[in-house]
């Protein structure tokens, strides 16, 4: 059995069971936190549903497109120039604007739970729109020229940057935006939210608050089971490439790699978490 064989068939089974999940949990928890009265008026509630929303989007596209073009070998990028640029944009702007939300709630998390009451008056459902606005603004912006280098490779007939400057630039990209910053934001805040926490007292007899926070410290740690090893793939990548590799390297890397991403989208599944803490 090679690793090319279990690689198709962990992406095939493996990733349909992460995408009706992520699916469904995503969509349970935009319902909960568009419906509920006290979430909805909460800047990090408000924050988990846009991120919830560009969640479903990325499984959507990205895996569930995946994993028909491994299973069937039919691969839409490589015969569609529109869809190879959309689907560049589209996954480059999802996970961007979901891992951002992640961040900002749980820097609301700290300013909310913090005992300064300077500190607590940012947390606010207003100032929340606005950074959501401004953020989404912002990705959607940085994706364009992800429509414009994006191209099919009349070579190998894949999806592929064609500018040198750009591929330098994605590859930046993919490494600080969706990983270390990320991780190091999460981290930092998560560590200063669960501090305040321990020294707040009040914040225990409120159970919508503890639920927030709980979300917020559990979304901090999948984060960095999810996406620290995804970091350290890309960045391995970045090191090795202009290397010259046997077939048997590539094979496993390509393996490597696919089990890193599956184990990345792990972070957009943090819904069904969301879901079963609203239940304690």
Not at 47 to 70: C, D, E, K
Not at 239 to 258: C, H, P, Q, W, Y
Request: aromatic fraction near 12%; include cysteine; hydrophobic fraction near 50%.
């Amino acid at each position: 059995m090679s690793l090319s064989y279990v690689g198709t068939q962990l992406t095939i089974y493996v990733g349909s069971a992460i995408l009706i999940a992520g699916i469904l949990g995503n969509g349970i928890n935009i319902f909960i936190f568009s419906s509920v009265r006290t979430y909805r008026n909460t800047p990090s509630t408000f924050y988990f549903l846009v991120g919830s929303i560009h969640n479903l989007l990325y499984l959507a596209i990205n895996l569930t497109f995946r994993i028909v073009s491994v299973g069937s070998g039919f691969d839409l990028t490589r015969t569609s120039l529109a869809w190879c640029r959309a689907r560049s944009f589209f996954l480059s702007t999802n996970s961007a604007i979901s891992f951002t939300c992640s961040c900002l709630a749980t820097i609301d998390q700290f300013l909310a739970t913090s005992q300064s009451a300077h500190l607590r008056r940012y947390s606010k459902i207003e100032l929340a729109y606005r950074i959501v606005l401004v953020t989404m603004v912002v990705w959607y912006l940085q994706g364009i020229p992800w429509i414009l280098y994006q191209n099919i490779s009349p070579i190998s007939t894949t999806c592929v940057r064609t500018n040198a400057i750009y591929a330098i630039y994605v590859s930046v990209y993919l490494l600080l935006v969706l990983c270390v910053i990320p991780v190091v934001v999460m981290i930092g805040f998560g560590f200063l939210t669960y501090r305040n926490i321990r020294l707040t007292i009040a914040l225990a007899e409120l159970r919508a608050d503890r639920q927030l926070a709980k979300m917020t410290l559990i979304q901090v740690v999948l984060v960095i089971i999810s996406i620290i090893p995804y970091g350290i793939n890309t960045a391995y990548g970045l090191i090795t490439t202009g290397m010259t590799k046997d077939a048997n390297r590539i094979l496993i890397e390509s393996f490597v790699s696919t089990i890193v991403s599956l184990i990345s989208y792990l972070y957009y599944m943090v819904c069904i978490i969301f879901v079963m803490l609203s239940n304690i």
